[in-house]
């Protein structure tokens, strides 16, 4: 007799805190295209699903945006998103988040610190995110969530939790980390977050590397989440996505390193942002991000 696994899946179209707002598209090309029917048909998953979608058409996807209504929409996403996986959290569903851009790992995490989750965090992605306003070049808030799930930054990021930081600094391990700015890496180093740079093809295990920071985290909490920014992954094996960055994680590591993760009772959920179809090439990131959710369920 299998355990059943209570899955809850949240869909959340948001671009408002990348460049590139047709990063909100992800969430609904996953929906539209039944990428989730595989969860959704598995005899041993009870799911829900959520989906909010905030969408922008052809005309209005101008950059004209000032900094405080663009920050304004992401705390208004990332604050939906957090109330929406705050009770499945408490629940100990599997939460299953689905971007959009990666400004949305603060609704994420925030909502399963506000649920009482002690865990820790891998951070898959080519870049830090670590930034704030005060030090940002972009004012794109997806480069600001590291900083806010830290307890540093905007205050109103910090406070979507009820009581910051959601993580401490050893509760973070960065990997395929190779595009930063010098602010993000003194910021994260001085905390002694551990950072795993990758600036070449095969220059470490990606799957053996995922499972040492598992076994790490896990011996200090008691479950940890996954964060997926697409752009870790090598981008020829994901190109559909707002920044990406020559090298980075081989794709056969990241389909074992998440493989069954859905049945794993220790990991608490996964997000996986920045998946922007209109920047794919011929289909490679559709293909990716479909063979991606199947490895889930083993
Ligand atoms: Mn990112």
């Given at each position: 007799m299998v355990d059943m696994r209570n899955v809850t899946i949240v869909l959340a179209g948001s671009g408002w805190g990348a460049a590139n707002f047709a990063t909100a598209d992800g969430a609904q090309v996953v929906l539209q295209q039944q990428f989730l029917k595989p969860i959704l048909d598995h005899p041993d998953i009870h799911c829900e699903i959520y989906?909010?979608?905030?969408?922008?058409?052809n005309l209005k996807r101008h950059n004209n945006y000032s900094v405080n209504e663009r920050r304004a929409h992401v705390l208004q996403a990332t604050t939906w998103l957090r109330n929406a996986v705050e009770s499945a959290f408490a629940k100990n569903h599997f939460v299953l988040v689905i971007g959009g851009d990666h400004s949305l790992a603060m609704g994420t995490w925030s909502g399963a610190k506000n649920a009482g989750k002690n865990f820790g965090l891998i951070w898959i992605d080519a870049h830090m995110d670590a930034h704030t306003y005060e030090t940002t070049l972009s004012n794109n808030p997806h480069g600001m969530p590291v900083s806010a799930l830290l307890g540093a930054g905007d205050t109103e990021f910090v406070n979507l939790t009820r009581n910051p930081p959601v993580l401490k600094p050893t509760s973070l391990i960065q990997t395929g980390i190779r595009s930063y700015e010098t602010e993000e890496?003194?910021?994260?180093?001085?905390?002694?977050?551990?950072?795993?740079?990758?600036?070449?093809?095969?220059?470490?295990?990606?799957?053996?590397?995922?499972?040492?920071?598992?076994?790490?985290?896990?011996?200090?909490?008691?479950?940890?989440?996954?964060?997926?920014?697409?752009?870790?992954?090598?981008?020829?094996y994901c190109p559909g996505t707002g920044t990406p960055a020559d090298g980075g994680l081989e794709f056969d590591d990241i389909l074992k390193s998440l493989q069954g993760i859905i049945f794993d009772q220790t990991c608490i959920g996964l997000e996986i942002v920045e998946y922007n179809p209109t920047l794919d090439h011929e289909h490679q990131t559709f293909e990716s991000v479909k063979k991606i959710i199947e490895t889930l369920l083993g």
């Open positions: 989906y909010a979608q905030w969408h922008l058409n890496q003194k910021f994260l180093e001085h905390l002694n977050v551990a950072i795993t740079y990758n600036y070449k093809r095969h220059s470490y295990n990606g799957f053996e590397h995922f499972t040492k920071s598992k076994q790490r985290l896990l011996q200090t909490h008691p479950s940890y989440g996954v964060s997926l920014d697409i752009d870790g992954i090598d981008p020829i």
